[in-house]
Each structure stands twice: as C-alpha cells, then as structure tokens.
C-alpha cells in the first residue's frame, strides 16, 4: 500500500469510485440513499476533501461489499490516509498543489522532468534554491524563504533511499547558462548536476539550442509513475501562483509523448555532462 498520506487518499478515492461504477451506481443516487450532498461524493472521488471511517462504511455497506478482509484494508487506509505528511507542517508557506506534489513525488517509482529554464528542484544546491526562491517570490519574508529552502533540500532526500525513484531529468540549455545569484553559485550547481552520485538512478540530459523547435516550448512539466499498474500517474506543472496537477489519459498520453520527443533530440547523458562541465569552468 501507499506510504504517503497523499498516495493514499488517491488509491482510497480510486477505490471507492470503482465500486460505485462496479454497483450500477450514479453519484446522485449514492448522495440520495445516504442523505449526502451530491457535491460531497464528487469531492471525495475526486480527492477535493477526505472522508472519515464511518462514511467509508456506510458505501461499503451501499456498494454490497461482503468481503471482511477488503473492508478492513480500505478502512486502514482511510484511517492512515489522516496522518500528516513532514511537509504538512509547514501549512500555509506551501500551496495545497505543492503539498499535493511532494506526497506524489514521494511514492514515484521513475520521476520524468523537463525545465525550460531551471535546474529541477531535485537537484538544486541551496545557494540556487534560495536565489531562485528569492527572485519567484520578492514579497516573501527571510523567514519563509528559508522554509521554502528547506522543503526543496528536504524532497532531495528520497534520491538517496534505500529503494530511491528513477529520475530523468531534461534541462533546456538555456537553464544551463542562465547566470543564476553568482558566478560562484552557478558553478557550485553545475558542478553538482554532473557530480558522481555512486548510484544509477539519476539521469541528466541537456537539450541544446541545436535541437530546434519541440513540443515543450510552451513550458516546463514533470510525470510520475508509481511502482503498481493501478496507481494513475500524474502530471505537475508548476505556475507563478500556482500548479495543475493532471492525471486525464490524454494529458498523459500527451506530456509522455513530449518528454519521449525531448530525450530523443537531446544530448546523451555523457555529452550532456561534459557540455555542463565545460559551463561550469566558463563561469568561473
């Protein structure tokens, strides 16, 4: 099962949707035997808002659920599904779609990003972090800086697991020569991009300006996978005030083949790291 709260609140509503479609049953006419606003189901398929136990029970016993031990399972994951995840304690300082990303995040098996014009926030140092923090955000106090920091050097830590997620990262070139705090900062980044991990689950490519046009010009995204074939994967893309987090199948369909498109045209992962390290020395 899912060990984040947020993965789970995604299998649970999953879950319950497809008992609901297994039954016969509309949403109305669930909402209408249990006395519920048909707004609330919706909201609880569609993970806008939890749902307790005693409610789990009562569209166990509606959708005809007989089977003890399948019962018991979605109620332990409804119960779990309450915790809080270590990002959670940071509240408001975090939107609820960042939230929302990191507790996918935590569960992928293979993460897929494409920048535009950053380094990925999985492989940033925190002297870039901070300046790209700063720079998004000039109105934030020192104080919730710093705790955007943390939470970004903080999400680094699942790369460096026991059973840590594939990342493949493509970065546009331009991401690369964008000078970014100091000359100082952008080489300690650089030179972290192409540092010696001891581990084969990070890959780094660069698209070069050469490539041409492609279909992410319009921005940068990143895909989740999950280790499990019915877990829905996701795609986030991240705005100046907010995200979107898409699991639809043509908007999966269309972001994989983009990134497939991407990889394809960009540096191999070893020209990629010597034009890096070539960037690297220039900005010093």
């Known amino acids: 099962?899912?060990?984040?709260?947020?993965?789970?609140?995604?299998?649970?509503?999953?879950?319950?949707?497809?008992?609901?479609?297994?039954?016969?049953?509309?949403?109305t006419e669930v909402a209408a035997r249990l006395g519920w606003q048909g707004s609330k189901l919706s909201r609880i398929e569609n993970r806008q808002i939890g749902i307790s136990t005693t409610d789990v029970r009562k569209l166990l016993d509606l959708y005809g659920v007989d089977d003890a031990k399948q019962a018991e399972r979605l109620l332990d994951i409804a119960r779990k599904a309450r915790e809080r995840g270590w990002w959670e304690s940071y509240g408001a300082t975090l939107p609820t779609e960042t939230r929302t990303m990191i507790g996918i995040e935590t569960e992928a098996s293979l993460i897929r990003t494409y920048e535009q014009a950053l380094i990925p926030g999985l492989l940033q140092t925190p002297d870039y972090a901070r300046a790209v923090i700063r720079a998004a955000r000039p109105t934030d106090s020192q104080e919730v800086i710093n705790q955007r920091v943390e939470v970004r050097l903080a999400r680094q830590a699942l790369l460096n697991e026991k059973d840590p997620p594939q990342l493949w990262v493509v970065i546009n070139e331009g991401?690369?020569?964008?000078?970014?705090?100091?000359?100082?900062?952008?080489?300690?980044?650089?030179?972290?991009?192409?540092?010696?991990?001891?581990?084969?689950?990070?890959?780094?490519?660069?698209?070069?300006?050469?490539?041409?046009?492609?279909?992410?010009?319009?921005?940068?995204?990143?895909?989740?996978?999950?280790?499990?074939?019915?877990?829905?994967?996701?795609?986030?893309?991240?705005?100046?005030?907010?995200?979107?987090?898409?699991?639809?199948?043509?908007?999966?369909?269309?972001?994989?083949?983009?990134?497939d498109h991407i990889r394809a045209a960009a540096l191999s992962p070893r020209d990629?790291?010597?034009?890096?390290?070539?960037?690297?020395?220039?900005?010093?």
Do not use: C, W
Not at 225 to 248: C, G, H, R, W
């Open 175 to 259: 991401a690369a020569r964008q000078m970014v705090g100091s000359p100082a900062i952008m080489t300690a980044q650089l030179r972290h991009l192409i540092k010696d991990r001891g581990k084969l689950n990070v890959v780094v490519q660069v698209l070069p300006f050469t490539a041409g046009e492609h279909p992410a010009m319009v921005g940068s995204f990143s895909l989740y996978n999950f280790p499990t074939q019915d877990e829905t994967e996701a795609v986030y893309i991240e705005t100046m005030n907010s995200a979107l987090i898409l699991e639809k199948p043509l908007d999966l369909k269309t972001y994989g083949d983009a990134f």
């Open 1 to 27: 099962m899912a060990g984040s709260p947020t993965m789970r609140r995604r299998r649970l509503a999953s879950e319950l949707r497809r008992m609901r479609t297994d039954a016969r049953l509309s949403i």
């Open 272 to 284: 990629s790291r010597d034009l890096l390290g070539a960037l690297a020395a220039d900005t010093i």
